[in-house]
């Protein structure tokens, strides 16, 4: 069992920066694949960025790639979501979920854990 805790949301001008943490429990975090969705008011959600269990493979949604970064530290038990060059279309909820394996994965299907999202929100 893997539980999540997001933070770092908030209200950011266009152009401006922000950086989500999501803290895992559990000591099988290391297992894990890690991902970020978002989701805005009356939209679907949507794939932001994985990282696969020990940092080497990467994915990125086609609307955020050259602006987000993800990363993690297992020591600290803790996936980032660096956020730059934010725009008023980025503005959603944003979940982190953990993985069902060790893999990077784009489908919401294979991951098991998600946490409660936090809200990112772009205006000037």
């Known amino acids: 069992q893997v539980q999540l805790v997001e933070s770092g949301g908030g209200l950011v001008q266009p152009g401006g920066s922000l950086r989500l943490s999501c803290a895992a429990s559990g000591r099988t975090f290391s297992r894990y694949a890690m991902g970020w969705f978002r989701q805005a008011p009356g939209q679907e959600r949507e794939f932001v960025a994985a990282i696969s269990w020990n940092g080497g493979s990467f994915a990125y949604g086609d609307s955020v790639k050259g602006r987000f970064t993800i990363s993690r530290d297992n020591a600290k038990t803790t996936v980032y979501l660096q956020m730059n060059s934010l725009k008023p279309e980025d503005a959603a909820v944003y979940s982190c979920?953990?993985?069902?394996?060790?893999?990077?994965?784009?489908?919401?299907?294979?991951?098991?854990?998600w946490g409660q999202g936090t809200q990112v929100s772009v205006s000037l």
């Open positions: 979920a953990a993985g069902a394996g060790t893999s990077v994965s784009l489908l919401e299907k294979h991951y098991a854990y």
